[in-house]
DNA sequence: TTCATGCTGTGAACCTGAAG
DNA sequence: CTTCAGGTTCACAGCATGAA
């Protein structure tokens, strides 16, 4: 662990990679434009490939998956881009999106991401659990805990990833296809765990799984102790306990897991870059760093519809929220699924990294 | 078209174990 | 000892599907 780096940044992606990368994708997009047809459907996959090659000929010491990983990223930043100034592209022409890379998009009813939360009815609900209710199991009978395994960092993010590609709420292609060391019910609810962490981000005190980020390394153990204790940077690391105390502004936790989660859509593309960073409540979830990927979450702003930053845990599910409703405005989400969905097939190797 | 059934997601309660 | 985090389970609601 380079002791420069935030933990949270984890320092695999610099700035520079990523404007290499652009570069490299814009230059080959462009040139590929001139020889592959619209609608070349076996053209458009060879295209994408051959990026991916150039990319991966570019970054030999990156891991294939990563650097298809980062081209998706960077093409609907791109895309995003182009949505929101509705004028051009900002780094060149790109159209890896709008003809779904040339390929139809297998099962368009994916987009039903559902992520407004209260969009189902709970009343009713509420007042279902009794006061008085029986113990659930007599004490000499409590079934067996024998499935309790704790979440490993591994698991967590491949439920990250499943999170990004197919959204909230569709568990069991998550656990299908994703985690498949879990059933599509723990990944419910450690979805379930994984929301309610994330809004009462200000009030964390211990450390949490659900505190790694999908491009998060991993500084620490699966739990407290002082196995992770020694990687504390110095000046905006981790404490001892993971998090800051509120009111301590010298330790900055890693809490960027929604954000990568829904970088596309919760950054904003062209701020990216900045040394703005996004916070919830007195906690700093997107590290102000130089050196910060723009991908990564970790220096754009959250940015919802109107342009408005988080300053509070409401707020920031509130600009959550507006930006779930911007992404499904504007088919960013469905966009970002056929991405992945494409690459899934064009590049074999993407399903077995994952 | 309507109804029954099964599947799945959601929110909450409850439990265990570890950290504070 | 208290608090907190994580995991399981349950009740309910919504949706899809098939039969009548």
Redesign the pocket.
Known sequence: MAAQVAPMINGEWCPSDIAVMKSLIVKHNNMNNTIIGAGDNDGMNSKHQDIVDVLQARFPMKEKHQVIDMYVDIVVEMMQCQEKSGTGPMMGGIDLVNDNFGMPVEDPSMNNM?MI??A???E???A??TVG?P???PLAA??E?H?????STEEHKLFLRGLRVYG??????ISRHFVKTRT???V??????YFR?LE?AA????Y???DVGLYDAEPWMA???AGWEPLALAGGGYN??GYVTRGQASTQPAMNNLAQVWSPVLYNGSQANTSQAAWIGDQQIGHAEAATPAMEGTSGNFVSGDQQEASTPQQWMNNMQRSTQLKNDEDLGEAQESLFRVFARVIPEFEACI
């Open positions: 559902d939360p209260g189902r009815t709970t009713g609900k509420r279902r659990k209710k113990p659930r199991w409590q079934p805990r499935n309790t395994r704790f979440w909230r709420g569709d568990w069991k292609n599509s019910v723990q419910s609810s450690h979805a379930q765990k962490r009462s009030a964390r005190q211990r949490s799984i659900n739990r407290n102790s001892a306990n």
